[in-house]
């Protein structure tokens, strides 16, 4: 596709239960990003894929998360075990080989756990 | 952690006044670039300035960039209610490998 693509748009999930969001980059691009966005928040960086170099997981806010990137294009982004505090927009985005090139940002998978 | 801070945090303004929005970061960087975003969703880039480069212009758009202070600032002339939307500075911190957002100024234009 012409952009970043990410799926679900919208999800709601009961707390206890894992989820999974996926995000296809723009074709071509190496670098891939996770970040997590709370209402009316700034952007908290969750880990970061670059070819096939070992990603920066740094970001990740606990063992609940987890990020994989198969084939150096499509990434899911797993929660396991929800908490309401996980609750937020999860924002995928794709560059062309790293942070010294623009950026492009998906439209987010909005989680909301109950 | 968050690298930028941007004030001021929210501004209002009337359509055809300028905007100014400011951010302040903590390490020496490689470029700095600014971001838009509606409604809390994708972002959109704006601009990006090297850190050997101390103005850059794109239509309506003019940044700065001060490394002796660690700072930067984003002018939008003559606004429109459209402008309406979160502005968000994210710095390419030198030796590091990701970039890392600040927290982001909700600008609100009145027509």
């Known amino acids: 596709g012409a952009g970043v693509s990410q799926s679900p748009s919208n999800k709601v999930t009961e707390k206890g239960k894992d989820v999974e969001l996926r995000c296809d980059p723009i074709s071509g691009h190496t670098a891939l990003y996770w970040y997590r966005q709370s209402l009316g928040q700034g952007l908290e960086f969750l880990i970061y894929f670059q070819g096939n170099s070992a990603p920066d997981k740094s970001g990740l806010p606990s063992d609940r998360f987890s990020a994989e990137r198969t084939g150096g294009s499509v990434s899911t982004l797993t929660i396991q075990r929800t908490q309401q505090e996980d609750s937020a927009v999860y924002l995928c985005?794709?560059?062309?080989?790293?942070?010294?090139?623009?950026?492009?940002f998906g439209e987010g998978s909005w989680l909301t756990v109950v | 952690s968050q690298q930028g801070e941007e004030d001021p945090q929210a501004l209002s303004i009337q359509e055809g006044e300028n905007a100014t929005m400011n951010c302040s970061y903590k390490t020496s960087i490689n470029n700095l670039q600014w971001y838009r975003q509606n409604s809390g969703r994708g972002l959109v880039h704006l601009i990006l300035?090297?850190?050997?480069?101390r103005e850059k212009h794109s239509g309506r758009l003019r940044v700065t960039l001060d490394t002796s202070k660690k700072s930067s600032s984003l002018l939008i002339t003559a606004s429109r209610a459209a402008d309406t939307a979160s502005y968000f500075c994210?710095?390419?911190?030198?030796?590091?490998?990701?970039?890392?957002f600040g927290t982001g100024t909700r600008l609100q234009v009145f027509p």
């Open positions: 994210a710095t390419d911190p030198a030796g590091g490998d990701k970039l890392i």
């Open positions: 985005a794709s560059s062309f080989r790293g942070p010294g090139n623009t950026i492009y």
């Open positions: 300035i090297r850190s050997n480069e």
